[in-house]
C-alpha cells in the first residue's frame, strides 16, 4: 500500500504562486508515474500535470500550460508542482496520484491506483 501525504496548499492572491509537493512512502517511487489532478466544488475532478517515471516526460492540461511545471526527486520519494501566474479558476483541491510502471494515458484518472488526501488551494480574485 503506498500512501501520499500533500502539502503546500493554502490561500494566495491572483498572480500569486504555490509550490505543491506529495511525499510517497513507496521505496520504489522511482517507477511510478506520478501524477496531480484537482477538484473544484461541484466539478469532475480534472487531470493538471502528470511525469513519467520512465523519462521524466511531462504532459500538463492546456489551462496551466507555462504556468505550472511538475517534477520528481526521486531520492526524496517527492513530486512538486509549482503553480505561478496562479487564477481564481484554479482554485480547487489538488490531489497527488500515483501508480506503477506505466507512461500512456497518464492524464486518465483511472490509471492512478494511490491516492492522497488532498490539499486545498484557494485564489483570491
Known amino acids: 500500500q503506498v500512501q501520499l501525504v500533500e502539502s503546500g496548499g493554502g490561500l494566495v492572491q491572483a498572480g500569486g504562486s504555490l509550490r505543491l509537493s506529495c511525499l510517497a512512502s513507496?521505496?520504489?517511487?522511482?517507477?511510478?508515474?506520478m501524477g496531480w489532478f484537482r477538484q473544484a466544488p461541484g466539478k469532475e475532478r480534472e487531470f493538471v500535470a502528470a511525469?513519467?517515471?520512465?523519462?521524466?516526460?511531462?504532459e500538463y492540461i492546456d489551462s496551466v500550460k507555462g504556468r505550472f511545471t511538475i517534477s520528481r526527486d526521486n531520492a526524496k520519494n517527492t513530486v512538486y508542482l509549482q503553480m505561478n501566474s496562479l487564477k481564481p479558476e484554479d482554485t480547487g483541491v489538488y490531489l497527488c496520484a500515483a501508480a506503477n510502471g506505466f507512461t500512456v494515458q497518464i492524464r486518465m484518472s483511472g490509471r492512478y491506483k494511490y491516492w492522497g488526501q488532498g490539499t486545498q488551494v484557494t485564489v483570491s480574485s
Open positions: 513507496e521505496r520504489t517511487f522511482s517507477t511510478y508515474t
Open positions: 511525469i513519467r517515471w520512465s523519462d521524466s516526460t511531462v
